[in-house]
């Protein structure tokens, strides 16, 4: 939904489904953003947001979860993301949250 979702909103999507695809994804080009998942099917985007970091320490990083727990959104910050947001996300909020980003990052 969201691919289709920011496919409307103009941006060029790249999608993975678990935490290796999306590790041997964005090895493999780069890209203006990361909008990464908490839960993936074989590990966490936490966890893919600190492989991300170990060879790209500047693109932003969007993270969403439905576990609005301060103490995960702290560890993410800590880990490189540079945005939280809380599923279900409204499609403005999201798009919004891209743009800032991408403004700040050129």
């Not at 289709?4 to 993975?16: D, E, F, I, K, M």
């Not at 890209?31 to 099917?41: A, R, S």
């Not at 609005?68 to 993410?76: I, P, T």
Request: glycine share 6%.
């Amino acid at each position: 939904m969201l691919t289709v979702l920011l496919g409307l909103a103009h941006y060029q999507v790249a999608t993975a489904g678990t935490f290796t695809q999306g590790l041997e994804l964005a090895k493999s080009r780069q890209f203006n953003l990361y909008l990464l998942d908490l839960k993936l099917p074989d590990g966490s985007g936490l966890q893919l947001c600190r492989q991300i970091r170990s060879f790209d320490s500047v693109t932003p990083i969007i993270l969403c979860s439905g576990n609005a727990a301060l103490d995960n959104q702290q560890e993410a910050m800590a880990a490189g993301v540079q945005a939280w947001l809380t599923k279900p996300v409204e499609p403005e909020v999201l798009t919004e949250t891209i743009q800032r980003l991408l403004n700040k990052h050129p």
